[in-house]
């Protein structure tokens, strides 16, 4: 059993690590703000998600645990409302979306 636990946190550790890659990438690469909030959003909901997960489950069901599912749960209300906050302060600033793409012009 320990044995399916380490290959199952490992699993959650790539998987968040992924998504926090492919997240930073798409910081760098997307055109406008919006979309590259769009790729912050992604790298804290699913990135960090999935790390927390991985780590709770090598930790057992110790406090650590306790405190990262503290911290897992404070992420998951916080994100979407700042993410939702910002965009709109964005829009309400008169900051448009980039609707058609440098390469195609």
């Given at each position: ?31 406008d ?31 650590v ?23 709109q ?17």
């Amino acid at each position: 059993m320990d044995t399916i636990l380490y290959y199952l946190s490992w699993i959650f550790i790539i998987t968040g690590s992924f998504f926090a890659i492919i997240g930073a990438i798409g910081i760098l690469r997307f055109p406008d703000f919006y979309s590259r909030q769009h790729a912050a959003g992604i790298t804290d909901s699913l990135g960090a998600g999935f790390l927390l997960l991985g780590l709770m489950i090598q930790g057992g069901l110790t406090l650590v645990t306790v405190k990262l599912f503290m911290i897992l749960t404070l992420l998951f209300i916080t994100s979407p409302v700042t993410t939702h906050a910002v965009a709109q302060a964005a829009q309400k600033s008169g900051l448009k979306p980039q609707l058609k793409s440098k390469i195609t012009e």
